[in-house]
């Protein structure tokens, strides 16, 4: 069973921060990476996708990934109380669907 | 524009009865997912399609069946084998299978009368 794990939070950080998402996987051979924002009562939407190791960047997201270490995260500089939502990670695995991670809550405190 | 329609938004269902969840996409997508979201939790696959005419179980299908007659359409009926069917409903879907992301519809809030 290839599992997804992320800490449920809530992670509360102050308006301005940097905040940190992490995600871990248990299939090695994993090779595409996604972060999605879920507002509540809303449906995921994408804000992020990784497929080769180290950072890519847009705007103020930042993922992260170490295959080595079966690690993933997502940075948010500057957080914004409009970044408070639930951080959805999922990981795909050859010709299978994706696996999702339970997510992470994120609260923005201003 | 294109996208991903799921209907009805808000859906009841009595005791012993199926009900049927519509989700229409005109992104021309191959590949169509459904996904079950309960509360404080992450997404479970449903039944997932890569191409029309053919389907497959995710983890947790039964009580549940689906049908892909046109690349367009992919509906969920939930039957009165799901005991439990009080969720989120999300419709997916995405170009292939192959590390492309999933696009999302707006779901379908599912409850028990």
């Known amino acids: 069973q290839k599992e997804v794990e992320q800490n449920s939070g809530p992670l509360s950080v102050p308006e301005g921060a940097i905040a940190s998402l992490n995600c871990t996987y248990s299939d090695r051979g994993s090779q595409s990476f996604f972060w999605y924002r879920q507002y509540s009562g809303k449906s995921p939407e994408l804000i992020m996708f990784?497929?080769?190791?180290g950072d890519k960047e847009d705007g103020r997201f930042t993922a992260q990934l170490n295959k080595a270490s079966q690690y993933v995260s997502l940075l948010i500089r500057d957080s914004q109380p409009s970044d408070s939502a639930t951080y959805l990670c999922a990981v795909r695995s050859g010709n299978t669907p994706l696996v999702f991670g339970k997510g992470t809550r994120l609260s923005v405190i201003a | 524009d294109g996208g991903i329609t799921q209907s009805p938004k808000y859906l009841f269902r009595k005791e012993g009865q199926n009900v049927t969840l519509s989700c229409e996409q005109n992104l021309n997508h191959d590949a169509m997912y459904w996904y079950r979201q309960d509360p404080g939790q992450g997404l479970r696959l449903i039944y997932y399609?890569?191409?029309?005419?053919?389907?497959q179980k995710g983890d947790i299908a039964e009580g549940y069946s689906v049908s892909r007659e046109k690349k367009e359409s992919f509906p969920l009926t939930v039957t009165s084998a799901q005991k439990n069917p009080t969720a989120f409903y999300l419709c997916a879907s995405s170009i292939d299978l192959l590390g492309q992301p999933q696009h999302f519809g707006d779901g379908t809030r599912l409850s028990i009368l």
């Open positions: 399609s890569q191409i029309v005419n053919d389907f």
């Open positions: 990784i497929y080769s190791n």
